[in-house]
C-alpha cells in the first residue's frame, strides 16, 4: 500500500510528472473535495505518454475538465435511463 500524502505532496509529485498547474489554489481546493485517484487516475491517464509523465503542456484544468465533462454525462445518462 502507497504511503498517503498530503495535497501539497500530492501537486508535488504531479508537477514532477510535468503536470501544469495554472491555479493551485483552485487545484489544492478541487484535489480536497474530490478523489484524486479518480481525477488522477481515471482521467490522467488520457495526458500521458506510455509512462507516468504527462504529454508537454498538459494543465490540470485540462484534466479536471474531462473528469468533470464525464461525470455530467454518466448522470445524464442515468436520469434518462430512469425515463
Do not use: P
Amino acid at each position: 500500500m502507497k504511503e498517503f500524502k498530503n495535497i501539497d505532496e500530492q501537486i508535488e509529485v504531479l508537477k514532477n510528472r510535468g503536470l501544469v498547474f495554472k491555479d493551485l489554489d483552485l487545484a489544492k481546493r478541487y484535489l480536497l473535495t474530490n478523489n484524486y485517484y479518480n481525477i488522477i487516475n481515471g482521467y490522467g491517464k488520457y495526458f500521458q505518454n506510455n509512462t507516468d509523465l504527462f504529454i508537454k503542456g498538459t494543465t490540470f484544468d485540462e484534466v479536471r475538465s474531462l473528469y468533470f465533462c464525464d461525470k455530467q454525462l454518466k448522470q445524464a445518462f442515468l436520469i434518462l435511463s430512469r425515463m
